[in-house]
């Protein structure tokens, strides 16, 4: 029973279906690990596995045909501490709500749920946002590749968890590269769907599209079984819809004959270190092998920093804007700066971010019409040492602000276009390096098999999951 952990999430399920284990016992085997393994990287610091064999045992009972139970099958599922398990903490990583208790899962954990995935833990945040998992509730979450780094932010538990074997699947979510960046920190793959792909905790912007919610999980093929789960309407996020005709995984081996890849390693306008740039650029070379064919064309990014960060202030003022009034003492200073921002810029500054905002999307379309990937870093340094809030400086160039170093993943989010964020290889020191595949908005099928077979040449997915480990 100790290979189940060593196993794929895909490969898992389908033992649950063949009723080859119950998922009471496949909880069991995955409570012991993660008491044994956990300590070192604080990626699940709430865990709920009494509850979580109270609902496998109620799965088992309302669906006693193991091929009925969903497309998770009674797989255990680590939920972000961002989202509501009914009855379970949503703290945040806040200590405002240490203590909150959620009446209901939210939408997301009810998609869960209704495909047969069992939550048993919330996985470390991030207070509220941000790039770098930690907190003052729970502490810093860990690095498993080497411990004395970031796991990064803020789906930062979610991918520690899963690099370390304490999940098959996580739930994460993204704003500004939250599930992007620490899939590549931690050598697992990311997927930031097309707006209204998954729906969303009752949003308190209906319309926003810049935050999405997304499956993580070990490698490809996982996160498809699960975007499979996931996708589908909710009737509080009105951008959702139906789920597609055709599953995820039935099209993972569909790479189209004829692969335009459009190659950039920062933007035209970021820094990103040399060693990133020439680990994504050998990556590139596996694309090639599928005959692809490889250009340096990318859309113009000119003015999508600023654009970002009114859009991004202007988000947070809205939906934590009340909090600097009732608790502003209880809030790091990252946060009330950046709720601030929000409160204080101009109705012009916003307008014109929209605008901008808008124009980026039309080049991107424009680009997409005679190209089908995009390939960007998906972090601009190697993962940096725990202790640090934000990097102070890349290669050379100052950040001014605590997110100014997740800027390669928050350009992109302007553009609503879905991407698979997974390792492309590793730096000197042994620690993943990661790629966001990015490809017009409803093309996560393409982008999925395209990742599979990138990720096949790579060879890092089957390394996982890892001992969690300091290396000297």
């Not at 063949?18 to 604080?42: I, K």
């Not at 709500?97 to 047969?116: I, K, N, Y």
Request: with cysteine; net charge negative.
């Amino acid at each position: 029973m100790t290979d189940l952990i060593r196993s794929t999430a895909t490969e898992v399920v389908g033992l649950l279906r063949a009723g080859d284990v119950s998922p009471t016992e496949v909880l069991d085997v995955l409570e012991e690990h993660v008491l044994a393994t956990d300590q070192a990287v604080n990626a699940l610091p709430i865990r709920f596995f009494e509850a979580a064999r109270a609902a496998a045992g109620q799965l088992e009972r309302e669906r006693p045909v193991p091929t009925d139970r969903g497309w998770l099958a009674g797989l255990p599922v680590a939920i972000k501490d961002y989202n509501d398990v009914g009855g379970q903490l949503t703290t945040n990583g806040s200590p405002i709500f240490a203590d909150t208790v959620a009446l209901e899962s939210d939408a997301l954990v009810r998609q869960v749920e209704l495909h047969g995935g069992i939550p048993y833990a919330k996985s470390n945040v991030p207070e509220f946002a941000g790039g770098h998992t930690y907190n003052t509730v729970w502490g810093a979450t860990r690095n498993p590749w080497h411990t004395a780094r970031s796991a990064g932010g803020s789906s930062g538990g979610s991918a520690a968890a899963l690099a370390s074997g304490s999940a098959w699947l996580a739930t994460g979510n993204d704003l500004g590269g939250s599930l992007r960046t620490p899939a590549g920190y931690n050598g697992v793959v990311g997927v930031r769907p097309t707006p209204g792909l998954v729906p969303r905790k009752r949003p308190p912007v209906p319309f926003d599209a810049l935050w999405v919610e997304g499956p993580m999980a070990r490698n490809v093929a996982d996160a498809a079984l699960f975007l499979d789960a996931l996708a589908g309407p909710d009737a509080h996020d009105p951008m959702t819809r139906e789920r597609p005709a055709r599953s995820f995984v039935e099209r993972l081996g569909q790479v189209p004959e004829f692969l335009r890849v459009g190659y950039t390693p920062d933007l035209g306008v970021l820094p990103v270190e040399r060693e990133i740039r020439d680990i994504t650029e050998r990556s590139l070379g596996h694309l090639r092998d599928l005959g692809a064919d490889v250009t340096g064309d990318a859309p113009d990014f000119t003015g999508a920093y600023d654009t970002f960060q009114t859009l991004r202030a202007q988000f947070l003022a809205t939906v934590r804007g009340d909090l600097l009034e009732t608790d502003r003492h209880r809030i790091k200073d990252d946060i009330v700066w950046n709720v601030e921002l929000g409160l204080t810029q101009s109705l012009a500054d916003v307008q014109a971010a929209e605008r901008a905002r808008g124009e980026l999307i039309h080049r991107t379309m424009d680009f997409f019409a005679d190209h089908d990937v995009l390939v960007v870093p998906s972090a601009p340094l190697s993962p940096f040492p725990v202790e640090w809030t934000a990097p102070s400086s890349i290669d050379g160039t100052p950040m001014r602000t605590y997110v100014d170093w997740i800027s390669i993943t928050f350009m992109i989010t302007l553009t609503a276009c879905p991407v698979v964020a997974l390792p492309c290889g590793l730096s000197s020191e042994g620690l993943p390096v990661g790629v966001q595949l990015v490809g017009r908005p409803g093309s996560e099928g393409q982008l999925l098999a395209v990742a599979a077979a990138l990720e096949g040449a790579v060879g890092i997915a089957e390394q996982l999951p890892i001992v969690p480990r300091e290396p000297i």
